[in-house]
């Protein structure tokens, strides 16, 4: 069964910082992967998603991931992180031979510090 | 496009009352899902249509939950007798049938916020 693990539930880092946010996937086979932000009383917006070919995929708002296929992860970096990044974000993983489900993490809170 | 809608956006009720939610996904998204997500935690997946087909149901959605998408556009989600342990957030997503890849983007909408006094 697909799982996704977020290994910090909350980071807080200065405005200008590196963000990074940490995820790990387990899959039998190569996964779809998305990360997803949520703002305060709002839906879920996808960020970025890797489906194939590059392993580096850039997104929204100067966000980028890296699958790692070795190391199983799909971690989320901005080089500089703005005030308005403070969001719940949720990495997420689908089956490839099944356009149903996503199996979300239980999400990292990211904090900016002024 | 004005994206997914959702409604209501907040309810309250009284445990062992039933409750009805209303998605309306972008026009011409073929897939239609439902999640829950309750506080902390990620979204988690309870069902999906593709047109009018209910196509996967997870096993969090016990009897007392039933969707519908009677003609392929909206959707309603009808939780019975409520209980305490379903107050949550239900979202709704919609994605478009892509011959590229089986997985094409959900687009969410803003959830609905159910507390069950």
């Known amino acids: 069964a697909q799982s996704v693990t977020q290994l910090g539930s909350h980071v807080s880092v200065s405005e200008g910082a590196l963000v990074l946010l940490r995820c790990n996937y387990s899959?039998?086979?190569?996964?779809?992967l998305f990360w997803y932000v949520q703002y305060p009383n709002q839906g879920l917006q996808l960020l970025l998603k890797y489906t194939t070919g590059a392993t580096l995929v850039k997104g929204i708002n100067g966000f980028e991931a890296e699958f790692k296929k070795s190391e199983t992860s799909f971690h989320l970096t901005k080089p500089s992180a703005h005030m308005s990044d403070a969001a719940e974000y949720f990495c997420a993983v689908s089956d490839r031979s099944s356009a149903s489900k996503i199996i979300f993490g239980s999400g990292t809170r990211l904090s900016i510090r002024p | 496009d004005t994206g997914v809608s959702q409604d209501p956006r907040h309810k309250i009720t009284k445990r062992g009352q039933n409750v009805t939610f209303r998605c309306d996904p972008i026009?011409?998204?073929?897939?239609l899902y439902w999640y829950r997500q309750t506080l902390g935690q990620g979204p988690e997946f309870l069902t999906y249509f593709q047109n009018e087909a209910q196509l996967e149901k997870s096993r969090l959605l016990s009897d007392r939950f039933s969707a519908e998408r009677p003609k392929g556009s909206f959707s309603t989600l009808e939780i019975q007798r409520t209980e305490q342990g379903d107050s949550a957030m239900y979202l709704c997503?919609?994605?478009?049938?892509?011959?590229?890849?089986?997985?094409?983007?959900?687009?969410f909408g803003p959830g609905t916020r159910l507390l069950v006094l």
């Open positions: 899959s039998s086979v190569p996964p779809y």
């Open positions: 997503a919609s994605s478009p049938l892509d011959s590229t890849y089986l997985q094409e983007t959900q687009y």
């Open positions: 026009s011409e998204h073929n897939r």
